[in-house]
Nanobody, 123 residues
């Protein structure tokens, strides 16, 4: 069982930046496709970004150019750098991991989840 723990959320102003981190219980992330999802109150959980086992990344359109996903292999940590934050980015952000051949943007394809970290962007 892979354990994931997010950190770095908080209350920020429009235009600010945050870095979310996801600590894992594994020695290496090389065998895992990693992703960030988010869920706003009353909304479905939605895909934000993934980085797969060979470093291919993908972002939802609304965060392209503002968010950057990265993986620290030495620390087995996943990061999400978020710049120029907007009120619509307000949500609980979740780290997720999956093994398998393909990367995925579907939450149901991810077996391992963290508890989430709240990001609130105030205008």
């Amino acid at each position: 069982q892979v354990q994931l723990e997010e950190s770095g959320g908080g209350l920020v102003q429009v235009g600010d930046s945050l870095r979310l981190s996801c600590a894992t219980s594994v020695r290496t992330l090389d065998n895992y496709h990693m992703a960030w999802f988010r869920q706003a109150p009353g909304e479905e959980r939605e895909f934000v970004s993934y980085i797969d086992t060979i470093g291919i990344t993908k972002y939802r359109d609304s965060v392209k150019g503002r968010f950057t996903i990265s993986r620290d292999s030495a620390k087995a940590t996943l990061n999400l750098d978020m710049n120029n934050l907007k009120p619509e980015d307000t949500a609980v952000y979740y780290c997720a991991a999956r093994q398998g051949v393909d990367h995925s943007t579907a939450a149901n394809d991810y077996r391992h989840w963290g508890q989430g970290t709240q990001v609130t962007v105030s205008s």
